[in-house]
């Protein structure tokens, strides 16, 4: 197989275990809010694509994909039983984030100068929060945050805002998300950022700061995803 198809191949596989893997992010949020990637998956797309030449740096960054693939590929599993004899099953959720975090961890712990070990510790925060670990998902986003590409930064950021609150740092929590929509992204538009923010405070029973985030939402992006998300939930308050 000639190289570049090899390397079309991980990438597929990675952007789709990327894709999926923050999709499950969303469901920890504050609140279970299914807004953090509001943009859309394809700004993960673009993520994923930024980043696929990390892959061929070095023999360490290489061997370091590899686990990546494998850790991916085992954290999207189907729940139940083995689809063929001799695979791998997990019974729920649970079980599957805790040996893909395991995976992640091993990347992070043997391979922790390469750009793939940002990846990791990025995945090492969704497996733990889908645990409930959250001091070890807030850990491993702030370390992924200070990733040299921005997209994964700003994805990290939004992730570790969402786990603030749940170590009752709301403060820092609303700093984030302010910055987040101050400096958007490929990965985090101001929209996402401003739409996450606003179901915080939904959440934290201040209607009048999200009414107003989802007003703002609706005025700056006419005709667009996440000026129908801000309609729904401005509905909703009114209601």
């Known amino acids: 197989m000639r190289a570049e198809t090899r390397h079309s191949l991980k990438e597929d596989r990675f952007r789709g275990a990327t894709i999926q893997a923050a999709e499950k992010t969303a469901h920890w ?22 980043i696929g030449g990390w892959y061929y740096l070095s023999q360490q960054d290489e061997k370091a994909s590899l686990a990546l693939n494998q850790a991916t590929r085992t954290l999207e599993t189907p729940i139940g039983p083995a689809v063929e004899p001799g695979a791998t099953a997990f019974t729920s959720a649970k079980e599957r984030a805790t040996a893909a975090r395991k995976q992640f961890q091993a990347i992070v712990d043997n391979y922790s100068h390469t750009k793939t070990a940002d990846l990791a510790r990025y995945f090492v925060g969704v497996t733990s929060a889908t645990l409930n670990d959250y001091p070890v998902a807030e850990k491993s986003f702030g370390e992924a945050s200070h990733s040299s590409n921005s997209d994964l930064a700003a994805l990290s950021n939004l992730a570790l805002a969402s786990v603030y609150p749940k170590d009752n740092k709301d403060s820092q929590a609303i700093a984030l998300y302010k910055q987040l929509a101050d400096h958007p992204t490929n990965a985090v538009s101001k929209a996402t950022a401003q739409l996450e923010l606003a179901g915080f405070y939904q959440s934290k029973q201040q209607p009048a700061e999200a009414k107003r985030l989802y007003e703002q939402v609706q005025k700056e992006n006419p005709s667009t995803q996440a000026a129908q998300l801000a309609a729904q939930k401005l509905t909703a308050l009114n209601q």
Not at 29 to 50: D, F, N, R, S, Y
């Open 29 to 50: 949020t504050v609140e279970h809010q299914k807004t953090l990637l509001i943009a859309g998956v394809l700004l993960l797309v673009a993520l994923a694509a930024g």
